[in-house]
């Protein structure tokens, strides 16, 4: 599916409604690969994702920690959801990815996890995944293509 934003906010927006049908599991995996340059709208629609599953912390790129995870708890349902974002911007190679514990996050059915910069470990990815292109268009036009 292709879509073409014309603001962040769009972009966010987006996410946003992902994240909604992520807790109303109109969408079942949970494992969101994205891929794009710098500037693309990643951040922005991991920060929609995270508003659409309740979370009301800020949501800023762990560039330099590589992984944050946020928790929401639902007044709807009586679970814990885990929300993984992972920015892998400074990893150059898988065998650098090893000791962040993926593997670990992958194979915990709760968690939502967002991979930015993805391409880098792409031999450990989990098969049920869906894939995100961020396409620079304009200033404000981003275009997205949701491969599931």
Request: proline share 1%.
């Amino acid at each position: 599916m292709e879509i073409i934003t014309q603001s962040a906010l769009e972009t966010q927006k987006l996410g946003e409604k992902i994240g909604r049908n992520l807790i109303s599991q109109k969408i079942k995996s949970k494992i969101f690969c994205l891929y794009g340059d710098l500037g693309s709208g990643k951040t922005t629609f991991i920060q929609g994702v995270a508003k659409g599953l309740g979370i009301k912390k800020r949501v800023i790129s762990p560039t330099f920690m590589f992984i944050r995870m946020y928790q929401q708890e639902h007044r709807t349902k009586c679970i814990e959801q885990r929300f993984y974002h992972i920015d892998l911007y400074r990893i150059n190679k898988v065998e650098e990815a090893k000791g962040l514990g993926l593997q670990e996050i992958f194979e915990d059915k709760e968690a939502i996890v967002a991979i930015e910069w993805v391409e880098r470990i792409k031999e450990i990815l989990p098969k049920k995944r869906i894939d995100i292109y961020f396409d620079y268009v304009s200033e404000n036009q981003r275009k997205i293509n949701i491969i599931r």
